[in-house]
């Protein structure tokens, strides 16, 4: 297994387009978490499954945004009709359900809208 | 709520000394953990090291090492010896029951030769 993987590792969108991310946890992880951060901060939480179900969803995922998982693998962020406030890095985590979860991060895809 | 927070936006430290990064935390939990992360510039985070709250002893990875006081609710992370290739953010993070990280607002480390 090579770790969490997330394509693409930079993207760079016109405002008002639709961008899709992609995140591959490690297989035997059954929570995925996707995390915003902006230049100089630390990861904000946007939401997180358990297997395909998506059980928390942070009020920073606004309406334009949408997670799936449709298998309980790999997961996608949508975010449609971007703006340049969406500037971001979006990290990808994966982990198991219980202990000390074993967090495993990927490298993030880095969004600019200009 | 949890709540992580890192007073240090910035460290500056001579190659070769030790540092450390300054982390307190609140809980109400008993039962918590807390994990430190570096960020390069590349953007991955790489798990440091991390600290249960009911291991007796303090956590000890390599070269890294955490000074937990419970009763002051801090987790500060020892880099021993530091190296140029140190030169990252560095995150204190902590996982509330339902298991989403929190993160604090990190410090920057810069280490001179």
């Known amino acids: 297994d090579t770790g969490v993987s997330q394509n693409p590792r930079h993207k760079i969108t016109k405002r008002g387009q639709n961008v899709t991310f992609r995140c591959d946890p490690i297989s035997e992880h059954n929570r995925l978490y996707w995390y915003r951060q902006t230049l100089g901060q630390g990861p904000e939480f946007l939401t997180y499954?358990?297997?395909?179900?998506?059980?928390?969803k942070s009020r920073l995922l606004s309406d334009r945004f949408s997670a799936e998982r449709p298998k309980g693998s790999f997961s996608t962020l949508e975010i449609q009709r971007t703006e340049q406030g969406d500037s971001a890095m979006y990290l990808c985590?994966?982990?198991?359900?219980?202990?000390?979860?074993?967090?495993?991060f990927g490298s993030g895809t880095r969004l600019t809208v200009v | 709520a949890q709540k992580i927070t890192q007073t240090q936006p910035g460290m500056f430290v001579q190659e070769k000394e030790a540092v450390t990064l300054d982390c307190t935390y609140d809980t109400s939990d008993q039962s918590y953990g807390l994990f430190w992360y570096k960020q390069p510039s590349s953007g991955e985070m790489i798990f440091l090291i991390y600290?249960?709250?009911?291991?007796?002893q303090n956590a000890t990875e390599g070269r890294y090492s955490l000074n937990f006081q419970k009763a002051r609710k801090s987790a500060n992370l020892v880099i021993s010896a530091s190296q140029l290739g140190d030169s990252a953010m560095y995150f204190c993070a902590m996982p509330p029951p339902r298991g989403k990280l929190i993160f604090g607002q990190g410090t920057e480390l810069s280490v001179k030769p």
């Open positions: 985590a994966s982990s198991f359900a219980q202990g000390n979860y074993g967090y495993t």
């Open positions: 600290q249960g709250s009911y291991d007796e």
């Open positions: 499954f358990q297997n395909e179900a998506q059980l928390e």
